[in-house]
């Protein structure tokens, strides 16, 4: 809307007249609330897809961590010693 001769343009005085609709205002109550729900189970998706790669991260390592263990111990075992014995079970 364009300023005629110094006056204000109407959109805020209509704006201000919407938001004084309880139905108007109710809407944009619920909206935010929604919204925010919405916002709320993107970063807790996000949050799980992360956990998940780590959780995925920590099993690999721990099964190369358990490969390791049981060669040492198959080494050992061919050497006569039974160090990793109680380690690996």
Do not use: W
């Not at 909206?31 to 807790?44: Q, R, V």
């Amino acid at each position: 809307m364009r300023a005629i001769a110094g006056r204000r343009p109407r959109a805020t005085s209509c704006h201000a007249n919407l938001l004084q609709n309880s139905r108007f205002a109710e809407f944009c109550r619920s909206f935010s609330y929604s919204h925010s729900i919405i916002n709320l189970n993107i970063i807790s998706l996000i949050f799980l897809i992360n956990f998940n790669q780590l959780a995925q991260e920590y099993r690999q390592q721990y099964r190369q961590i358990a490969t390791l263990l049981k060669s040492l111990q198959q080494c050992s075992r061919r050497r006569g010693m039974h160090a990793f014995d109680s380690i690996v079970s």
